[in-house]
């Protein structure tokens, strides 16, 4: 039952349903903020969460940043980076980055809305815009190599079951969710954006939001 309602929720023709969308964008701004600095916000960024269809399934696009830039090299994120004063909101900041690094024409992204804004503990304040890109195909890539790496995309329903999840305890006592076993492992603040983003794309209980024990899934392991 559980996996029938999974693949409900994530049928491709959930692109083309604006009410649906509209009831996702809802959700994800009605999660608790997230504000890990006290600090004042001197720098602002946005980042695009790109749904996309691959081999009929929805799918997740990340980036693998490249060894060329200062900050963050050779980690999975999401296209994004810093507003500029030309961006007239967050939307216009995510499409133009979002072109910019994956060579993908920004009138290729419909946009649904965005999610309330992250303070990391260091950097600029993030802000996350939903979009799908209509009709994608791997062919249209043409990443940046300035600025990425590599480009991948995901099946949401790989990151949405738990096996594929687990998290890293901080001293500080923090949890930060893990994801695994797609082309890369997303961790970091990447992942609590595809963590927060399920909880939304996925509500009343279908996507587990507690982050699985480490030590459980060692048991586990050992037991095979």
Request: hydrophobic share 40%; proline share 7%.
């Amino acid at each position: 039952m559980l996996l029938k309602k999974v693949s409900e929720l994530l049928h491709p023709s959930l692109l083309a349903n604006r009410t649906k969308q509209g009831e996702v964008i809802a959700r994800f701004q009605a999660l608790p903020k997230i504000r890990l600095s006290k600090e004042p916000v001197t720098k602002e960024a946005a980042i695009l969460i790109p749904l996309c269809v691959v081999d009929d399934k929805l799918s997740l696009l990340y980036t693998v940043r490249s060894n060329k830039l200062r900050s963050h090299r050779g980690q999975v994120s999401f296209p994004g980076g810093m507003k500029d004063t030309q961006d007239g909101s967050f939307e216009e900041c995510a499409v133009r980055e979002f072109e910019e690094e994956t060579g993908i024409p920004k009138r290729s992204v419909h946009t649904w809305g965005r999610g309330n804004t992250i303070r990391p503990y260091f950097g600029p304040s993030i802000t996350p815009i939903v979009g799908a890109v209509v009709d994608f195909s791997p062919a249209q890539l043409k990443p940046s190599t300035d600025e990425v790496a590599k480009v991948f995309t995901v099946p949401v329903a790989l990151f949405a079951d738990a096996a594929n999840r687990r998290h890293t305890q901080f001293r500080s006592n923090y949890t930060l969710p893990v994801f695994l076993n797609g082309e890369e492992t997303v961790w970091g603040i990447t992942a609590i954006i595809t963590h927060l983003f399920l909880t939304a794309l996925l509500p009343g209980g279908v996507y587990d939001a507690r982050l699985p024990s480490i030590k459980r899934y060692e048991a586990k392991q050992t037991k095979r």
